[in-house]
């Protein structure tokens, strides 16, 4: 009689009764309304059954377009990992009626051998349609200025992958990593990547991304600066854009605190003071790896004043009582008309650069979704690096974004409009997803949010389009 007590009070929390239902619940109804709305609109599946250079000939394949969309689902919901497909698995049928597909993958084999038959040959390809799809959105986003932000960052493998070797590696020193390198604008969208082996210098082969890059971005955009952080301060690159074109590309380049630049540093006696703390000087030098002299900017900042101070501080430094309470920021550039304070300020927006990358890692996971073959790994690089990011992007900058709230990042969105749970049932003879949504304010945003995006004229599929499939075996 105990034993039945128990057991008839172990499925309540308090007086409230635990039991289960049948219907079709999913905690994911905004991005089953809001995002599945954006893609319909802008013909996404299209753009992917003509641009995903893979093609399957196996006779039990199910399709492309629904492991693509599944990869975005994954990442957009949270995931990190091939294996969390099943994040958005409950009440799949309602994610599958409102994304228009008969199936999606639920197992984690299914993509990553979708993955496994990416070569480079696929990637140069898909490269190129992923430039032209973010080109696309630009111009319907009529930016038509900007500036070119070059980076690079480190992503560490857990695990035996192609390419994944012992460089340079901050967070966790000997951990074999990928090195890849990213172009961005100002604006936020990215326009570029390269996964490169974790043992690749920085500057490797980055004359030949610049060009890939320039060639990429629509006609009608103007690079007005091209920012980059240290490891494009090599001869080959700096030469390479002080004669492009005519005149030549407005560059700004950090420097790494090397001899050379230090004894730069120790040699300035005439210092400008900018504000309590801050101050700013210009020397011409030619370092050990130039041909010729450059303009270098000088920035220092006094800790105790400015205890937030950016920058390095060699430990050189340390024993000279002139320079130990400073941190030091060095910057090269062809601009020979600007102050050097204004060269600083145009520099310190590409500190936002390395808040795109924090998004792409902690919002989309897009350095942990890798499989063995590196070209595999590279392709879940660009599919969520430059389509799924800039997509999101765009929506948030020309849908979501208010004049109160600004950009918000991926977490915040997936937050406050994707994870919204739903009911997917029928009502009046139609396929309903009824929104658990009990505040009036945010019923207000998901209306206008649906018509906003249901009067948008970006489509990335044209009709009339007469241009071959570009398909190539795997």
């Known amino acids: 009689m105990k034993h039945e007590t128990q057991s008839s009070r172990a499925d309540r929390v308090g007086q409230v009764q635990i039991t289960y239902t049948n219907k079709q619940l999913t905690a994911w109804g905004g991005a089953c309304s809001i995002v599945a709305k954006f893609l319909e609109q802008i013909r996404f599946r299209d753009w992917v059954q003509n641009h995903i250079p893979v093609e399957e000939i196996s006779p039990n394949a199910k399709g492309i377009y629904e492991k693509v969309l599944a990869l975005l689902l994954t990442s957009l919901t949270g995931g990190t990992r091939f294996s969390h497909l099943a994040w958005w698995g409950?009440?799949?049928?309602?994610?599958?009626?409102?994304?228009?597909?008969?199936?999606l993958p639920q197992a984690t084999s299914v993509l990553t051998r979708f993955f496994g038959k990416f070569?480079?040959?696929?990637?140069?390809?898909?490269?190129?349609?992923?430039?032209?799809?973010?080109?696309?959105?630009?111009?319907?986003d009529k930016i038509t200025e900007d500036t070119l932000i070059l980076d690079s960052t480190v992503c560490e493998r857990y695990g035996v992958q192609e390419g994944a070797r012992k460089g340079y590696n901050p967070r966790r020193p000997g951990r074999p990593s990928h090195h890849p390198l990213k172009a961005g604008l100002g604006s936020g969208y990215v326009v570029n990547i390269w996964?490169?082996?974790?043992?690749?210098?920085?500057?490797?082969?980055?004359?030949?991304?610049?060009?890939?890059?320039?060639?990429?971005?629509?006609?009608?955009?103007?690079?007005?600066?091209?920012?980059?952080?240290?490891?494009f301060s090599e001869e080959n690159f700096l030469e390479y854009m002080e004669?492009?074109?005519?005149?030549?590309?407005?560059?700004?380049?950090?420097?790494?605190?090397?001899?050379?630049?230090?004894?730069?540093?120790?040699?300035?006696?005439?210092?400008?003071?900018?504000?309590?703390?801050?101050?700013?000087?210009e020397v011409t030098r030619a370092l050990s790896t130039w041909e010729k002299a450059r303009r270098l900017i000088v920035v220092r900042q006094h800790v105790p004043t400015r205890p937030n101070a950016t920058g390095k501080q060699p430990l050189l430094f340390k024993e000279m009582e002139e320079h130990r309470e400073y941190r030091y920021i060095v910057l090269v550039?062809?601009?020979?008309?600007?102050?050097?304070e204004d060269i600083w300020r145009t520099y310190r927006p590409r500190a936002?650069?390395?808040?795109?990358?924090?998004?792409?890692?902690?919002?989309?996971?897009?350095?942990?979704?890798?499989?063995?073959?590196?070209?595999?790994?590279?392709?879940?690089?660009?599919?969520?690096?430059?389509?799924?990011?800039?997509?999101?992007?765009?929506?948030?900058?020309?849908?979501?974004?208010?004049?109160?709230?600004?950009?918000v990042r991926l977490k915040t969105l997936r937050l406050k409009v994707l994870a919204i749970p739903a009911i997917y049932g029928s009502g009046g003879r139609c396929p309903t997803l009824r929104l658990g949504v009990q505040d009036r304010s945010l019923r207000a945003k998901i209306w206008y949010w649906l018509r906003r995006i249901n009067s948008l004229?970006?489509?990335?599929?044209?009709?009339?389009?007469?241009?071959?499939?570009?398909?190539?075996?795997a």
Not at 204 to 223: D, W
Not at 254 to 275: E, H, N, P, S, Y
Not at 457 to 473: M, V
Request: charged share 20%; aromatic share 8%; glycine share 10%.
């Open 119 to 140: 070569r480079q040959r696929h990637n140069e390809l898909l490269r190129k349609d992923a430039a032209d799809l973010t080109g696309t959105l630009i111009e319907e």
């Open 243 to 281: 004669n492009e074109g005519n005149g030549g590309q407005y560059y700004i380049v950090a420097m790494r605190l090397t001899g050379w630049v230090k004894q730069a540093i120790v040699g300035i006696q005439d210092w400008r003071q900018l504000d309590n703390g801050l101050e700013v000087a």
């Open 352 to 407: 936002g650069e390395e808040n795109v990358i924090k998004e792409l890692k902690t919002g989309y996971g897009w350095h942990e979704f890798n499989v063995h073959n590196f070209w595999g790994t590279e392709a879940a690089m660009l599919l969520i690096g430059m389509v799924c990011y800039n997509l999101v992007h765009y929506l948030n900058r020309t849908v979501l974004k208010t004049a109160e709230e600004g950009l």
């Open 333 to 340: 550039s062809n601009n020979r008309d600007l102050p050097p």
């Open 457 to 473: 004229d970006l489509c990335l599929f044209k009709c009339n389009a007469i241009a071959e499939l570009a398909t190539i075996e």
């Open 195 to 231: 996964n490169r082996r974790g043992d690749t210098h920085t500057a490797h082969q980055c004359v030949a991304f610049y060009k890939q890059t320039r060639q990429g971005l629509p006609k009608g955009l103007n690079i007005s600066w091209v920012l980059a952080d240290s490891g």
């Open 90 to 103: 409950h009440g799949i049928e309602g994610v599958k009626a409102c994304f228009g597909v008969q199936w």
